[in-house]
């Protein structure tokens, strides 16, 4: 479900220029998203940073095949290479207001709470007024709850240590203690992916949420029914090619 990632960089990447736009891919581990980045935004300044070298390197050398493979499949077209910074989460080495963009992929259910909480700050340190904060993570507590059985034998079969407390952390109030405005969840599976944006504005989102990916309706009313937002309609648009089972919404919405 890394992919879903992309979804709302491509509305914030509408009318901007990809060469002068920073991504910054949190706890890249081995680069498989970078390499969605780098295949979507060839230009965008892009920076991988992960605790391990051990995942640097791997990153590094995936991103060689991704551009072997790009070349064969696209022919010469310039990519510019991500920069892989070995650095923690809570401490990142970059200046304030200095990118427009942060994704971050299944990192927060591996940190404990007061690691989790750092992190974001660091994340809204970092970021652009009217930068985006993307996380992708496993469903929490509440967001599916036919799914709880799967995130119980997730608990039991695998030693994850904080798994439990992440299930019932809540990320909208930590964001939001640390300036980051909550702006729309997407369940996907057994994944979600939350969008926060810092200092910005309504209208970004509201091309971002008129045809976003969903599962289900349903999901959208439960999952949002409590945000910054009131949906006040979902209608049925067309089956997404991609996966029979995705529907594509046309959603109204105020703020509540
Ligand atoms: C489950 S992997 C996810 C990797 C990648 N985002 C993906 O989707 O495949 C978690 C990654 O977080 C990194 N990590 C763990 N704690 C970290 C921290 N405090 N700061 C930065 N990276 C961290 C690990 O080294 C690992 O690469």
Redesign the pocket.
Known sequence: M?RQTLVPIHYYMRGRDPSRTSVL??????G??LTFLKDNYPSARTYG????PN?LKAAEENMDYFERFDMQVNGFRKLSRPRYIQ????SLPFGDRSLDVVT????FH??PPE?RRA?IAEVSRVLEPGGIFVWTDSLQEGDRPESAPVAALFRALFHEPYFASFLRADFEGMCAAAGLAHEATILAHLSKASVLMFQGSITIIYKLLSCFHIRRAADLRNGWGTSLFAITSVHLVNVNELDGSDLICQISYQRS
């Open positions: 890394q891919d949190l706890a890249c581990g081995t498989r998203f940073v992960d605790l391990s995942y650095a923690s989460a809570e971050c992929v299944y990192l591996e940190l690691a992190a």
